[in-house]
């Protein structure tokens, strides 16, 4: 009866697809409905709280773009929700391998992966391709995904994907690229991890600034821009003070988001940023969209098992398949297997979560 009614309101919409888009893009109560049914789907506490901080940042940006992200919004509901056994929340490509810094808190430091790896524009186009049934958010990572000078046009050529890029702060030509094309479906993450002190200590001098430089510039036109902060033992009490936060706010950022450091084995560092991230949700929310990548014993779900290759997909430089950025296990190469058979041996996988994950 359930997969019944998700089937009638799907065609529901699908042939009233035009209304709707139109509608969500124009009247903000009905926007506002839909996120709260979307993000219900969850069934967590507080999930209104989370979709008001979306809808409050959709308001943000200009109605053409806006227009397209109801449309993915409506899309990417209806094909998680209709076959949740078979789709992805999202999926990670690494569309390269090379980066213009060496920064040691990396995490694709421990990615195995040839150097000056660089997908052409008909690689990435196959890759986005097969990925396409599966879900239609996609993480862009690399290397630093914008040396790869075919990525801005991919994302021109998949305008039914929403991509979300990960960069240093740095490609301030591919930025204005960006802004050129006035791409409706791409969401900036930049890279800070701490105060200019901190940030230039670990990727080098004058880095901080061009990050500051490139959240201003794309929020200035138009582009949700979020940061992305990697947390480690030396600027855990830095990222997580009031101070770093009211900065982050001062940029007119999106949202924050915080990647754990890497296979790190510290766990008295891995159960401060377990109190220190629930304390933090506790007190920003509703008023901030911050969000954590979860880790070990975070990511169990209710049959016990981590969520990697069950809600999340990720292709790295090689075209190697994984369950997640951090796992060393492949599942076969997406250029030499049918997805369908690469998605089959993931959603399958015994990984389980690890202390240093």
């Known amino acids: 009866m359930k997969d019944a009614i998700l089937g009638m309101i799907s065609r529901y919409v699908a042939d009233n ?12 109560s009905i926007l506002k409905n839909f996120l709260y049914e979307t993000m219900s789907a969850r069934k967590k506490e507080g999930d209104r709280k989370l979709a008001d901080l979306l809808y409050e940042q959709l308001l943000k940006i200009p109605e053409e773009r806006r227009k397209k992200t109801a449309e993915l919004l409506t899309n990417g509901a209806l094909n998680y929700m209709s076959n949740t056994s078979k789709n992805y929340f999202a999926t990670i490509i690494d569309v390269n391998s090379n980066c213009n810094l060496n920064c040691p808190n990396c995490a694709n430091a421990y990615i195995n992966c040839k150097d000056n790896i660089n997908w052409s524009l008909e690689e990435i186009n196959a ?4 990925l ?15 040396m790869n000078q075919n990525l801005i046009s991919a994302m021109e050529m998949n305008p039914d994907v929403e991509f979300v890029t990960f960069t240093n702060g740095s490609m301030q030509k591919q930025y204005e690229e ?3 094309r006035n791409l409706n479906n791409v969401f900036v993450m930049v890279s800070i991890d701490g105060d200019q ?11 901080y600034q061009n990050a500051i430089n490139a959240v201003k510039y794309l929020r200035e036109n138009g582009y949700l821009c979020g940061i992305s902060s990697v947390v480690e033992k030396n600027n855990i009490d830095l990222l997580f003070s009031e101070e770093y936060l009211n900065f982050v706010k001062s940029l007119d950022a999106s949202t924050l988001y915080f990647l754990k450091e890497a296979h790190s084995p510290d ?7 377990f109190e220190l991230s629930e304390k933090l949700q506790n007190t920003l929310f509703g008023t901030f969209p911050v969000f954590n990548m979860p ?11 981590c969520f990697a290759g069950r809600q999340w997909i990720r292709v790295n430089a090689n075209f190697e398949v994984t369950s997640c950025p951090f796992s060393p296990k492949t599942y076969g190469n997406i ?18 979560p690890q202390s240093w994950c």
Do not use: A
């Open 17 to 28: 697809m035009d209304w709707f888009i139109k509608t969500y893009s124009k009247d903000s």
């Open 127 to 130: 890759v986005i391709k097969s």
């Open 132 to 146: 396409k049934p599966y879900t239609r958010l996609i993480f862009v990572s690399g290397g630093e995904p914008y």
């Open 178 to 180: 960006l802004v050129k």
């Open 197 to 207: 002190q901190y940030h230039d200590y670990k990727r080098g001098t004058g880095v």
């Open 267 to 273: 766990q008295e560092f891995t159960n401060k940023y």
């Open 295 to 305: 880790y070990s014993e975070k990511t169990l779900s209710k049959d016990n098992c």
């Open 335 to 352: 250029k030499e297997e049918e997805t369908d058979q690469l998605v089959k041996k993931l959603k399958k996988n015994d990984e389980q």
